[in-house]
């Protein structure tokens, strides 16, 4: 299924199951094949919506880099959502679909139920954002120079992939040959468009702290990128929570799909069930033996 976008894009969708409808967003070295762990365990009970993003057939991949950006990346998500008439949704994002859906909460919080954000968080300390950029254009002039198969023989095999590659050899494969098959075009051009120039999440903590969708934030306690912001993005949304899953890198929810759909799991259910609040004034001051001096 195809849907389409303001500026006449069409992106490539999927769905599975029935029920609240519960959309996937991607990362940049996957595609919407990398959820059918996920979609596998909630099709049963939710409706699950997975799609491309613009760049990575078969979604269209616009030549144009004016065409790529963060605000792009949101609104093709909230195409998605309109195209399968789902008014509301729950959302579930790793890393550069972490981001897209941490800025639909801010940006679109009648249509998101709730979301899960989960490897996010890279470039986005002030001290690390120009190194950042700098790699990703980098990567993105590889992509161009080289080609899709050729980055794919490093970049699979990064400080925070390795785990995957050890934990889940299979899944590993199947990742690396889906990412030696990207479009190195729609590739070079998120990777300037939409990953190098997004904004800081520093610099959204004033929004962040006004949200009251539930939102739980995941990171693998290996994937150094995400760790620090992470933590930032739990002590400034009010209705956060925070998983560590242990031994993990970038890529949670291919290698350990069991403990990441757990997490998931649970917090969809507390969701549902009004469990999950806004957490309590009290648990923001910390002092020694939790007494609070004048």
Same mark, same amino acid.
């Given at each position: 299924?195809?849907?389409?976008?303001?500026d006449g894009i069409e992106i490539y969708y999927e769905e599975e199951g029935q029920g609240i409808p519960l959309l996937f967003i991607h990362e940049f070295a996957g595609d919407h094949r990398s959820w059918a762990p996920q979609v596998g365990r909630f099709a049963g009970a939710?409706?699950?919506?997975?799609?491309?993003?613009?760049?990575?057939?078969?979604?269209?991949?616009?030549?144009?880099?004016?065409?790529?950006?963060?605000?792009?990346?949101?609104?093709?998500?909230?195409?998605?959502?309109?195209?399968?008439?789902?008014?509301?949704?729950?959302?579930?994002?790793?890393?550069?679909?972490?981001?897209?859906?941490l800025h639909l909460v801010v940006a679109h919080p009648s249509r998101i139920r709730s979301a899960v954000i989960a490897g996010v968080g890279y470039g986005s300390q002030p001290e690390k954002g120009e190194q950042f950029r700098k790699e990703s254009h980098a990567l993105a002039?590889?992509?161009?120079?080289?080609?899709?198969?050729?980055?794919?023989?490093?970049?699979?095999?990064?400080?925070? %992939?390795?785990?995957?590659?050890?934990?889940?050899?299979?899944?590993?494969?199947?990742?690396?040959?889906?990412?030696?098959?990207?479009?190195?075009?729609?590739?070079?051009?998120?990777?300037?468009?939409?990953?190098?120039?997004?904004?800081?999440?520093?610099?959204?903590?004033?929004?962040? %702290?006004?949200?009251?969708?539930?939102?739980?934030?995941?990171?693998?306690?290996?994937?150094?990128?995400?760790?620090?912001?992470?933590?930032?993005?739990?002590?400034?949304?009010?209705?956060?929570?925070?998983?560590?899953?242990? %031994?993990?890198?970038?890529?949670?929810?291919?290698?350990?799909?069991?403990?990441?759909?757990?997490?998931?799991?649970?917090?969809?259910?507390?969701?549902?069930?009004?469990?999950?609040?806004? %957490?309590?004034?009290?648990?923001?001051?910390?002092?020694?033996?939790?007494?609070?001096?004048?």
């Amino acid at each position: 299924m195809k849907a389409g976008t303001s500026d006449g894009i069409e992106i490539y969708y999927e769905e599975e199951g029935q029920g609240i409808p519960l959309l996937f967003i991607h990362e940049f070295a996957g595609d919407h094949r990398s959820w059918a762990p996920q979609v596998g365990r909630f099709a049963g009970a939710y409706r699950c919506i997975t799609y491309a993003a613009r760049g990575y057939p078969p979604s269209d991949v616009p030549t144009d880099a004016a065409a790529y950006s963060q605000r792009r990346a949101v609104d093709d998500a909230i195409a998605v959502l309109d195209a399968a008439g789902a008014k509301q949704a729950h959302v579930v994002g790793l890393s550069m679909g972490g981001f897209a859906a941490l800025h639909l909460v801010v940006a679109h919080p009648s249509r998101i139920r709730s979301a899960v954000i989960a490897g996010v968080g890279y470039g986005s300390q002030p001290e690390k954002g120009e190194q950042f950029r700098k790699e990703s254009h980098a990567l993105a002039a590889a992509f161009e120079s080289q080609g899709s198969a050729k980055v794919a023989e490093t970049y699979a095999v990064g400080p925070a %992939r390795v785990q995957l590659q050890n934990k889940n050899p299979d899944a590993w494969r199947e990742f690396a040959k889906a990412l030696a098959q990207h479009d190195p075009t729609g590739a070079a051009l998120t990777m300037r468009g939409v990953q190098a120039a997004r904004p800081s999440l520093y610099d959204l903590q004033d929004e962040l %702290r006004a949200v009251r969708t539930p939102v739980l934030i995941l990171s693998g306690d290996e994937d150094e990128g995400s760790l620090e912001p992470s933590m930032m993005l739990k002590r400034t949304i009010p209705t956060s929570g925070l998983v560590i899953l242990p %031994r993990t890198g970038h890529t949670s929810n291919l290698e350990d799909p069991l403990a990441f759909n757990d997490a998931v799991g649970a917090f969809l259910t507390a969701v549902s069930s009004g469990e999950w609040r806004e %957490r309590d004034p009290r648990a923001r001051t910390t002092s020694i033996m939790g007494v609070v001096h004048p």
